[in-house]
């Protein structure tokens, strides 16, 4: 009996292990479920529709994996009144680490906002990690093979890009530290004849990397309303910014914020590899005027030098863009 017993014991033990674990499992999917409905109840008494096909729990044993299939979102008036569907949300988080959600998206994505766009992507994927008090601590993001394709409207300005990577801490002080790195944009050809960035450049800009932080981010990040962040004082401080797109070899660093319009408003100061080379790309894009080229000639001619290139300030204003003294154009 002692002997059958050595061998009974470890087997109960284990059945009664598995029997706990799976009764934990499918208590915690029902309340995983129940907490994603009452988030969708939540949004919709703000005034957003949310409609989809299908909503389940799944991933037994490894994962809790939430599957909201053909969601639908369409937001009110207040918050931009834009419309996004596409094929399919997932987000997944272990059994023991619910602080911790990785989110993927399977696409198209078609973004109506009164012009409609088609975003796709080979992967797409973000994630967050939250501390006991529910916050958001980290956040991430990693997009392959991004493509923007206008279906109604003014095609975008950027039509690709190979690899988009975000990476966030938000700290104690109520401020969210950023990096954002892409690599391979793909600018839209203008019309022939039409001046344009991709004309001065070139089709692609092999690298735009920004560290920044974003102040009052718990205002932002509440409903995603950029004013009402701008109106509680919100800014972001550009703490290092790297472009290389073509004769545009620059650096620089600034701080940026929102004016009255919602329009992006602060000034960057920009260290400028080769500032000749600039200038004959600008004037042979037929972006600036050649008698501004001249001008830009003679700013960085009196502009402070470095072992890093000649610096000039880049500010946005009143919703038009300069370049030292010469306006490059226009937000809108």
């Known amino acids: 009996m002692r002997a059958q017993l050595k061998f009974i014991l470890p087997i109960a033990a284990i059945v009664l292990l598995l029997a706990g674990y799976s009764g934990y499992w499918f208590y915690a999917a029902g309340r995983v479920g129940e ?3 009452a988030w969708i109840l939540d949004k919709e008494e703000a005034g957003y529709e949310i409609e989809y096909t299908d909503l389940r729990v799944s991933g037994f044993p490894y994962r809790f994996q939430i599957q909201l299939t053909e969601p639908h979102f369409r937001a009110p008036a207040s918050d ?11 987000a997944n988080a272990l059994p023991y680490d619910f602080s911790h959600w990785i989110v993927s998206f399977d696409g198209p994505l078609v973004l109506d906002s009164g012009d409609v766009m088609e975003i796709n992507a080979s992967s797409a994927r973000m994630s967050r990690k939250s501390g006991r008090d529910g916050r958001t601590q980290r956040i991430g993001a990693e997009i392959r093979d991004l493509t923007l394709r206008a279906v109604s409207g003014e095609p975008p300005a950027v039509e690709a890009i ?12 109520d401020s969210l530290r950023l ?16 001046p344009g960035l991709t004309r001065a450049f070139g089709e692609t800009a092999q690298l735009a990397r920004t560290d920044l932080i974003v102040t ?5 990040a509440r409903d995603g309303n950029a004013a009402a962040w701008s109106q509680a004082g919100g800014r972001m401080q550009i703490v290092q910014a790297q472009l290389e797109w073509g004769p545009a070899q620059v650096s620089g660093e600034g701080d940026l914020t929102l004016d009255r319009q919602a329009r992006p ?9 080769d500032p000749d080379a600039l200038t004959d790309a600008l004037v042979e894009g037929e972006v600036i005027a050649a008698a501004n080229g001249e001008a830009l000639r003679l700013a960085t001619m009196l502009a402070p030098r470095s072992s890093e290139g000649v610096s000039l300030p880049f500010t946005l204003r009143d919703g038009a863009v300069y370049l030292g003294p010469v306006r490059l154009g226009s937000l809108d």
């Open 35 to 37: 907490e994603m409905r």
């Open 265 to 273: 408003d602060g000034r960057i100061s920009l260290r400028i590899a």
């Open 216 to 220: 009052e981010w718990a205002a932002l």
């Open 80 to 90: 931009g009144g834009w419309d996004a569907r596409l094929a399919g949300v997932q």
């Open 179 to 194: 990096r954002v790195e892409a690599n391979g944009l793909k600018a839209r050809d203008g019309d022939p004849g039409e």
């Open 162 to 173: 190979d690899a988009l990577v975000l990476s966030g801490l938000v700290g104690d002080d």
